[in-house]
């Protein structure tokens, strides 16, 4: 998916609530080397929830590095008064971000044989390496070598930066799930606080699985903002007074059809930057294809036009580059449609010929209305929106229309003049 419009803060939630919780927790409260075993059976029941969370979701990101992190629980962390392997406890160090970082670069491709063999070969290599430590011997008092710290350092800094500038809720949970990770070998591996802040790991990872898909249920794949299923939610429980506006891109098929849809997904995701920034309090949706809806609370719909027409005025402005090749001018093997009606077609949409980094323009076309005594319920609100936005595509396109206004001709009032695009 594409960057969401989450607040960086935001971005870094809920994991960084989780790991503070559990921070919070074990130096208020100092457990026991008797409290081990609960907290030990509270890592596996994470850990298992994580698993199968995991599964169903088909996530091969979340699912790998919780088997890592239960690989290195089992051979390297010991209670306290069994002291963990040393030696372990130092490749453990190294091992844990080196799996992180893999696990999380891989893209995801399900449960098929090509995504499982490199995973599973890593988790292999762990379980021979901290086998073959098993053998080798240091001083029990030591501490962890600089350059598994620094290894450790580094993998937090890039999750970091990945949460911040991607700003989806895998990142930030692989960042503070490396953060949780580090803290439990800041305590050597070695009793409660280890194993609590290993399962802290896990539980973050199980949880931004959650909602990542929570968000990908409510917001547009392709260009970060609500959906049309937010936008159902959001207008079921409206109260006078507010204002729908209904939006939708002049020409984009035609301009699918030249550029290509590449192109077009471009121009989607240019609009919809647009709407996030749209002024009057509007919420922003992409209710499917190139039509979009902006819910203004306690605006008439009169209020909203300044609004509006300033957005209309911003994306007409936007400079926009063609950054891909003519697909017209490829080669894509023989056209089995008649030669006439192909011909016919193109005159039709008027195309020409079109080169990579070709300047052009977007424009859109508004409809907006509100309440009112013979339209009182939210569906016939967006209903007059919609025959507000097909007026406005008949008066011109690029231009705002206000549902119970007579048709302007020519380019309309002064307020909401806009030169027509095609």
Request: hydrophobic share 45%; charged share 20%.
């Amino acid at each position: 998916m594409t960057s969401s419009s989450r607040a960086p803060v935001l971005a870094l939630l809920p994991g960084g609530l989780l790991l503070l919780a559990a921070a919070l927790l074990l130096n208020s409260f100092p457990l026991t080397a008797s409290s081990y075993v609960r907290v030990q059976f509270g890592f596996y029941l994470v850990l298992g929830a994580g698993v199968l969370l995991a599964w169903r979701f088909r996530s091969t990101r979340v699912l790998f590095s919780l088997l890592a992190l239960l690989l290195i629980e089992e051979t390297a962390f010991g209670p306290s008064h069994l002291s963990a392997d040393p030696v372990r406890v130092v490749i453990a160090a190294f091992l844990i971000p080196i799996n992180l970082l893999a696990f999380s670069f891989l893209p995801e491709r399900g449960f098929s044989l090509d995504a499982l063999v490199p995973r599973a070969a890593l988790l292999l290599t762990d379980f021979v390496a901290l086998g073959v430590s098993s053998e080798l011997h240091i001083n029990r008092a030591f501490n962890l070598p600089w350059p598994a710290m620094g290894l450790c350092a580094a993998s937090v800094l890039v999750f970091l930066l990945r949460a911040l500038l991607r700003r989806r809720s895998l990142e930030s949970g692989f960042f503070w799930g490396t953060l949780a990770a580090w803290l439990a070998l800041r305590h050597s591996g070695v009793g409660v606080a280890a194993t609590a802040y290993l399962g802290t790991g896990a539980l973050i990872l199980g949880a931004s699985l959650i909602e990542n898909f929570y968000f990908m249920a409510y917001h547009d794949e392709l260009t970060g903002l609500s959906s049309r299923r937010a936008f159902n939610e959001s207008v079921a429980s409206l109260a006078a007074p507010y204002s729908i506006a209904v939006l939708d891109i002049d020409h984009f098929k035609s301009f699918n059809d030249l550029y290509g849809h590449d192109t077009g997904d471009e121009v989607l995701r240019m609009v919809a930057a647009r709407l996030e920034r749209v002024r009057g309090g509007g919420q922003a949706f992409r209710c499917g294809g190139e039509e979009f809806a902006i819910l203004f609370r306690n605006l008439s719909a009169g209020e909203t036009l300044p609004y509006l027409e300033e957005l209309r005025r911003a994306i007409e402005e936007s400079v926009f580059c063609v950054r891909g090749a003519d697909r017209r001018r490829q080669t894509r093997g023989p056209d089995r449609r008649d030669a006439k009606r192909r011909n016919s077609r193109q005159r039709q949409l008027k195309l020409e010929p079109v080169d990579a980094g070709e300047i052009t323009s977007v424009t859109v076309s508004i409809g907006v209305a509100e309440p009112e005594l013979k339209q009182r319920s939210v569906q016939q609100v967006i209903a007059a929106a919609d025959r507000a936005l097909y007026r406005a595509k008949a008066g011109g396109r690029n231009r705002v229309e206000l549902a119970g206004t007579p048709v302007r001709s020519g380019r309309g009032s002064k307020a909401l003049a806009g030169s027509r695009k095609s």
